[in-house]
């Protein structure tokens, strides 16, 4: 089985066969061991250790499962995050982590799109909040989840990593970039590494996946062989980038003072895909 990275694994039950049945959902929703999900700032609440907080139900907009035979519900926020508090985001239990993605997702999903995308009229939301219908032109929206490819490319041993501007002082990480209509995820790692670093790409292949909730993106994390070492930076795209060896990556995740980068965080799938390609030479 591949790497499992944070956000990953099964969270709840999501109990699919439930959602159409409105009366059902209701009656669920009556129970006493129903609970739902508390919102703060446009963000799924967490408690000092890390754990979602729930409440008494009140008026349910999504149904989120099952955990075990207890049903689990949430209000939709009253507004969209303003950005991600990365402390929070540090705290949370990587067991829940599942459950606050598919949240997330779903809410965000919900406050972009009220109005249908066919006749403009305002939609409402059915099946126990995972789909959208338009009550004047009759068209069902879905949730949707954006694809992005994320990758290490390999030359003799060496990995291809680069840096962002905004991300924190000596971070380096996997290079990334969306899926294009019409596009294969194959095609799409070839054309990421090409465009940012002008490096031909051959033998790609899937490593993990991701759901990444911010808004909604499914990080597709992938491996290529270099062809070339000499780099031409897109400098719009990348402040930097650079080759690195195998103790330079080892001692990045071990957060060694004399490592050449500051690798990412756990909560990213980059580090996953640093530390499976480590293998067993990844830091404990």
Known sequence: MPPEPFF?????????ALRAQR???????????????????????????GQLVWDAV??????????????????????????VNFALLAQLDPQQAPLFACALSLANWHGRHRFCSN???ESEIVRGGWSRRCSD??????????????????????????????????RFSALAGFVEPGETIEAAVAREIKEEAGIDVADVRYMASQPWPFPSSLMIGCHARALSTELTIDFTELEDARWFTRSE????LAGSEDA??????RWAIARTLLEDWLGADAPA
């Open 23 to 49: 009366d059902r959902i209701a009656e669920l929703a009556a129970r006493p061991d129903a609970l739902q999900l508390q919102w703060a700032d446009g963000m799924p609440l967490q408690d000092a250790d």
């Open 137 to 170: 032109c009759g068209a069902e929206h879905f949730p949707r989840s954006d694809p992005v490819v994320i990758m290490l490319a390999e030359h003799d041993g060496n990995l291809l990593l680069g840096r962002q501007p905004h991300y924190p002082p000596g």
């Open 260 to 265: 050449p980068f500051q690798a990412p965080s």
């Open 249 to 252: 990556v080892a001692a990045a």
């Open 119 to 121: 006749c403009g009229h």
């Open 8 to 16: 990953s694994g099964p969270g709840l039950d999501r109990a699919d």
């Open 58 to 83: 009140g008026e349910p907009a999504l149904f989120l499962g099952l955990d075990g035979d207890s049903p689990r519900f949430s209000a939709l926020p009253e507004r969209a995050p303003s950005g």
